[in-house]
């Protein structure tokens, strides 16, 4: 593992090579964010298991969207017209929120 963790420090700096970046950015941050990321997702055998997937939810009256003039996203409505929803993996939207929550702008723009 440590092999391939190794490896893909190496891709990324190539990413931000290829894409033009001045200066050399620091890999770790990135490699620490996503693996964070990584650990919030249930296991595979566990996503495999339409049973787990079952997770009705309530979708918020007012969801947060971006203005009008952002993209593509703007178009859509405002008020959803499903009563409820499924989220295949709750607790990674629950861990994924507090990374959002916790971590810097910055450290997500580079993702």
Request: charged share 25%.
């Amino acid at each position: 593992m440590k092999e391939v963790r190794e490896k893909y420090k190496t891709h990324i700096a190539a990413m931000f090579r290829l894409a033009g970046s001045p200066s050399p950015k620091p890999v770790r941050p990135i490699l620490d964010l996503e693996t964070s990321i990584a650990k919030a997702h249930i296991s595979l055998a566990d996503s495999e298991d339409i049973h787990k997937a079952n997770n009705p939810g309530i979708p918020p009256t007012s969801p947060p969207r971006p203005p009008a003039s952002t993209g593509p996203s703007s178009s859509a409505p405002r008020d959803s017209k499903e009563s409820t929803f499924i989220v295949w993996q709750p607790s990674a939207f629950t861990a994924e929120a507090a990374l959002v929550a916790s971590q810097p702008i910055d450290a997500w723009k580079d993702l």
